[in-house]
Nanobody, 128 residues
Framework: QVQLVESGGGLVQPGGSLRLSCAVS????????IGWFCRAPGKGREGVSF????????EYADSVKGRFTISRDNAQNAIYLQMNNLGPEDTGVYYC?????????????????????WGQGTQVTVDS
């Protein structure tokens, strides 16, 4: 059974940091690309970052470049999203998602319909 479980969300002040984790089971992580998405209040899920399975390359939405870092630990079956210098605009529910499709375009991995498995999400609230 494919399963992704996010953790690490919470309430943080502006300028603070959080590290989200995505624990996966039921599939071999090294063969899957993993994306992080955020559903901000009143909006749909938008791609934040992804990491490929083929070469471990990463990409970020413009709004988080230089502040967020995605990484993977295949041995631990985990994906991480380090979020620094958080602002109120980063508030939302963060989801990790998995797709077995490789060598696709960057725009493909930023689309939520490209992913076949999702976690339940973890809430991130940035507020003073």
């Amino acid at each position: 059974q494919v399963q992704l479980v996010e953790s690490g969300g919470g309430l943080v002040q502006p300028g603070g940091s959080l590290r989200l984790s995505c624990a996966v089971s039921g599939f071999t992580l090294e063969y899957y690309a993993i994306g992080w998405f955020c559903r901000a209040p009143g909006k749909g899920r938008e791609g934040v970052s992804f990491i490929s399975s083929a070469d471990g390359s990463t990409e970020y939405a413009d709004s988080v470049k230089g502040r967020f870092t995605i990484s993977r630990d295949n041995a631990q079956n985990a994906i991480y999203l380090q979020m620094n210098n958080l602002g109120p605009e980063d508030t939302g529910v963060y989801y990790c998602a998995a797709t077995p499709l490789v060598y696709m375009s960057d725009s493909f991995y930023f689309r939520k319909d490209s992913y076949s498995a999702w976690g339940q999400g973890t809430q991130v609230t940035v507020d003073s």
